[in-house]
DNA sequence: CTTTGTGAAGTCCTTCACAGCC
DNA sequence: GGCTGTGAAGGACTTCACAAAG
């Protein structure tokens, strides 16, 4: 294996955990090995681009034959750093955030949310899942706590004043629920997610009667 | 106005949206025009790339001065064809799809979800927002319905027969909520939503601790 | 002087096509 | 024969840089 350095395309970041899925769904098929064409057919996603993909990170297939699921999968799994335990914090514990905190996923990729915050006093105190809300006001002590997620679920106006607190707090990523954009130093990664996005472009795909 | 043809990138269609937010933060701000330097700080997007983006559909702009928020907003309405109202149908009527079913963003958009259907008994008959939930084996008569969007919200089994049958329903475009890959005729959009993959990506962007 | 709109240049990403290996 | 891994070719998207317009 000589993998020379070449830049790795952030697009190619994007579509691993697109294979992940794809593997588990051929595991869950019953197959032991998958070659690049069938994983292709699970995932909508070309096979020689799949290859070139894993091709960045080494030599994880066998010519002639195809892949090993579970091989391939640890492979992904330590490329995207899911093998490690990650701390999270969650800031705005309404309806959003309380569905966040009970969302299965993160347990999935080992995202472990060990405190959650809200201005409302109301909500001080009260206890989602195995989480007892703290005022927001308390953020700043998070630095203490090791946080390297910072999850903001808060209204737009105060995402941004919230996302700078999380970055003095010390987190090494934003996962943003507000309709808004966030700016943070570069070396943070802000990952906004927001479902209007995605509504609002396909009436343009969609013929008009 | 020459505006020659020239393909479209589907990466302008999906920023469009974010724009029209943009518009809409600045309105909000009290503007009654920005330019696309001004445009630029509120999105992240680079000046240049949104008077390009915006350039394919028309000259929206005044040169020295900007674009009208108010004329602007309504261009990109009506290019992403907002401007029409669209009928929606959701399958699946669990705790996502009753989320799904009260988000406010549909109505935005000029979405009417007007039905709802499900496989079990005991939520057929059931009443979520004004709509009564329907058996799942009727969604063939959809077709009389004239529904122009079909919504997924059903667990991953079943995901691809729902997509199927929304197809044999007349849908123009489908939205998947469920975390995995959908087959359906090209001239069909389809967009899969699944938060599990913004999720899986974010830990290779944080550094061991 | 400011800001748009746009060909040209540059960058990034995908697909091709085939050598190399099983 | 079948399938991977990859340089080279091709295509798509972004940025540059500036003429044109207010």
Redesign the interface.
Known sequence: MMLKYRRIPEET??R???Y???LL?SSQMGYKKVSSGELSE???ISSCQIRKDLSYFGEFGKRGVGYDIEKLSREIRK????D?V?KAAIVGAGNLGS?VLT?P??K????DITAAFDADPRKIGKKIRDITVEDVRNIAKLKKR?I??GIIAVPSADAQKTADELVKAGV??I?NFS???I?APKRI?V?T?D???????????????
Chains 1, 2 share one sequence.
Do not use: Q, W
């Open positions: 970041i994007r691993l955990p697109i992940l899925r794809g769904f699970f995932v909508g490329i995207l750093k899911l490690v990650r569905a969302y996923g993160f999935i990729y080992n995202f090791k390297d997620l090494k990523a996962l309709p808004c954009y700016t990664k990952v997610i479902i209007a996005m995605d509504l609002a472009r396909l009436p343009y795909y969609m013929p008009v009667s």
